[in-house]
């Protein structure tokens, strides 16, 4: 039997203990499914996600621990590569014997019944890597598909890090609107009034007597 992780939040543990793991993810291939990790030598490749996974999910991470046979189909690859088609044991001996494993995930096409779940345990909420397996000492990326509005100090990270000219405050674009005279002036302006916080119809009024 193959012995894999699965990282989630704290409050789902309870469903999956009872009902098991739902098929809420997408494969490289486009089966639903679940994306987990072997348990491997290493505690910290085990669970090498956790980091990097409580940037898009807030809150306590948990390890639901999950066994299924070893010739379960899976596929196993790094993330952002296509993925290897083979068994859940196999899946398991080439991230065990890999130099580097991080990165690295296993997706099972289909959903983990409550039979298949062993236990739930705690984690420590600091382990593995962010952003990439290899990002400590490099700049991060600003850039919003990889820093995304609303994630937990993106706003520190787009000031220090970000290649693109600091936003202009509303004041300023407003005073921009009215000195604007021309199409694309005008539509500039709008666009970065659409990434600020929005106010009354009666802002845009000199806009009726534009051409």
Not at 173 to 196: F, H, K, P, Q
Not at 198 to 210: D, K, Q, S
Request: with cysteine; charged share 25%.
């Amino acid at each position: 039997m193959a012995d894999l992780v699965h990282l989630t939040q704290e409050r789902n543990a309870g469903r999956m203990l009872r009902s098991g793991v739902a098929p809420r993810s997408r494969g490289w291939f486009g089966e639903r499914g679940v994306y987990c990790t072997p348990v491997l030598p290493s505690f910290t490749h085990t669970h090498q996600w956790a980091r990097e996974l409580r940037r898009w999910h807030p809150g306590v991470l948990v390890a639901v621990h999950l066994r299924i046979p070893d010739d379960e189909p899976v596929t196993v690859g790094h993330y952002g590569r296509e993925p290897l088609r083979c068994s859940a044991a196999e899946a398991a001996r080439l991230l065990r014997d890999i130099p580097d494993p991080r990165g690295h995930e296993v997706f099972v096409p289909r959903g983990l019944g409550s039979g298949e779940v062993r236990r739930v345990r705690r984690i420590p909420q600091g382990i593995g890597w962010r952003y990439q397996p290899d990002a400590h000492g490099r700049r991060p990326c600003a850039c919003p598909a990889c820093l995304p509005r609303g994630v937990f100090g993106a706003a520190r990270v787009r000031e220090r890090f970000s290649l693109d000219e600091p936003w202009a405050t509303k004041p300023e674009l407003m005073a921009r609107l009215r000195a604007a005279t021309t199409s694309d002036e005008i539509i500039e302006v709008l666009w970065g009034l659409g990434r600020r916080n929005r106010g009354g119809a009666e802002e845009l009024a000199p806009l009726v007597e534009h051409p």
